[in-house]
């Protein structure tokens, strides 16, 4: 399977971004989504994931009620809007499959991700 991820770039703190991953060669419908980001000189954080069916979602405590996490199975996609935007989340994002929701494990498929930049 391959994911790309888009919609990063460069915004002011207070700004927007709606990123997207689409996913290529399997379908990922049955699979739970996650959002991760990687700082420069940080590990690979957690940001948000999502039930296969959507019907349960999971927020890193410092995103919750600005980020919001969805897909669309029939597009194959998963999407993280991100509003209220602080520098602090300046990285580069990621999309991975996985199980789980609050305790969300991405399997092991790791595509490009999209850097975001949030300047103060």
């Known amino acids: 399977v391959q994911l790309q991820a888009f919609g990063g770039g460069l915004v002011q703190a207070g700004g927007s971004l709606r990123l997207s991953c689409v996913a290529s060669?399997?379908?990922?419908?049955?699979?739970?989504m996650g959002w991760f980001r990687q700082a420069p000189g940080k590990e690979r954080e957690f940001v948000a994931s999502?039930?296969?069916?959507?019907?349960?979602?999971s927020y890193l405590d410092s995103v919750k009620g600005r980020f919001t996490i969805s897909r669309d199975n029939l597009k194959n996609t998963v999407y993280l809007q991100m509003n209220s935007l602080k520098p602090e989340d300046t990285a580069v994002h990621y999309c991975?499959?996985?199980?789980?929701?609050?305790?969300?494990?991405?399997?092991?498929?790791w595509g490009k991700g999209t850097l975001v930049t949030v300047s103060s």
């Open positions: 999502i039930s296969w069916n959507a019907g349960s979602t």
């Open positions: 060669g399997r379908t990922l419908s049955m699979y739970s």
């Open positions: 991975a499959p996985g199980r789980g929701v609050a305790d969300f494990t991405p399997l092991d498929y």
